[in-house]
């Protein structure tokens, strides 16, 4: 009964649209249609179709326009980069990994880009956690825009349904590094985790739904003491950054990155049910342009964020105990200086400032994870085969 119902919701909408409209997406979204919001626990048939197009899926929530400018960035080709060289096929890995974008800059210029899964350059993807990374950026701009006044500011000057709850001495800083102290729990494979549970919570009078949420919680460690990796956190920051500038978040993104650094397009933001940004998740944008995000935190973002604060933000700010890696301002980072944007199902941006090299990357793994099927060990075997070309490729011009 609920499969009959989700393809009934499906057909409703695509008659609406008109059967002349309905291209690929539409007909891979009817032959799949997801059960429920949660796509943790979709098939890996449903998340091909609805990753492609989750600001159009029925049964999620709406979603907001982060606009494009009227001026396009363009990004140049460049010499193909070429993966043969360290002995990487690179068809089996798009193959294997389950890949539907990737782009690869370097000095600016596209080296590599290529798609797979039915998807191509002018389909928008889900981001899943890699919007973390651009919520902590637009903190960044909130905090030299003079919205935000310090890191060490409490959570609760800004929130004011956090007061008197265990977020009540957290520092904004403490938000961004994941070190609150609060309980939480982010297991993907339980439907009862929090990180399942939270988008169904009511807000509670005018108060943003999350708020309600986390304003419950209880108290685990001292505030600073251990870090514990907590999407509910980073909706936290997003409705910081929406109060303290009193706009929403994709208008402040399309205001401060999307328009001024020269997106190709508009992009999309995943709302909760209270029509609030889902700040931890579910941006939908081009290949390209997660490439372009890469750019502008390679580049400083200089204009838009304190001049220091990519320094701060993509340098380790906590150990949580995996060797030469480490935690910044929602961003992963390693210690010789590269750092990441990772969401589940495979999503990431790989920044290199040492090789001026940005790769951004959409799949769907067969886990979330990647650990189900090597996925996750996969890409950073890719990743390092990138930095080894592009190296050998530098040895063999210096050595002319």
């Not at 800083?173 to 339980?190: F, H, I, K, P, R």
Request: proline letters at 4%; hydrophobic letters at 45%.
């Amino acid at each position: 009964m609920r499969k009959l119902l989700a393809a009934a919701a499906v057909l409703v909408v695509a008659g609406v649209v008109g059967w002349t409209a309905i291209g690929p997406d539409w007909r891979m979204l009817l032959a799949n249609p997801p059960l429920d919001r949660d796509l943790l626990f979709w098939s890996t048939a449903q998340r091909d179709a609805g990753f492609r197009m989750l600001d159009r899926v029925p049964i999620m929530s709406r979603s907001r326009k982060i606009a494009a400018g009227d001026a396009v960035r363009e990004l140049s080709a460049g010499a193909p980069l070429d993966l043969s060289s360290v002995d990487f096929d690179i068809d089996a890995y798009i193959n294997d990994a389950r890949v539907a974008g990737l782009v690869i800059l370097q000095g600016g210029e596209v080296r590599l880009e290529r798609y797979g899964l039915g998807f191509g350059p002018e389909g928008r993807w889900t981001s899943h956690s890699v919007a973390k990374s651009v919520t902590s950026t637009l903190v960044g701009a909130a905090v030299r825009d003079g919205f935000i006044d310090s890191l060490d500011a409490p959570v609760s000057k800004y929130v004011a349904g956090l007061k008197g709850s265990a977020y009540d001495d957290v520092t904004i800083e403490q938000l961004m590094t994941m070190t609150s102290g609060v309980a939480w729990n982010e297991d993907y494979d339980d439907p009862q985790s929090d990180v399942s549970q939270f988008l169904s919570q009511k807000p509670e009078g005018d108060e943003a739904a999350i708020v309600s949420y986390m304003k419950k919680l209880p108290r685990a460690h001292p505030p600073g003491e251990k870090w514990n990796y907590s999407t509910g956190e980073t909706n936290l920051i997003g409705i910081v950054v929406a109060e303290a500038v009193g706009k929403p978040l994709a208008d402040y993104a399309s205001e401060k990155l999307w328009a001024p650094f020269g997106m190709e397009a508009d992009a999309t933001w995943l709302l909760a049910e209270d029509g609030r940004e889902i700040s931890g998740c579910c941006v939908q944008a081009r290949t390209r342009d997660y490439a372009r995000i890469g750019l502008f935190a390679l580049e400083g973002g200089a204009g838009v964020v304190p001049d220091d604060w990519f320094a701060r933000a993509a340098t380790t700010r906590v150990d949580y105990g995996s060797p030469g890696e480490g935690y910044g301002y929602q961003w992963w980072t390693l210690d010789d200086g590269a750092f990441r944007a990772f969401g589940i199902f495979g999503q990431a941006i790989f920044i290199d400032p040492s090789r001026d090299l940005v790769i951004a990357m959409n799949s769907n793994w067969t886990s979330a994870l990647g650990r189900k099927d090597g996925e996750r060990g996969k890409r950073k075997a890719f990743f390092e085969a990138v930095r080894a070309a592009v190296d050998a490729e530098a040895e063999t011009v210096a050595s002319r």
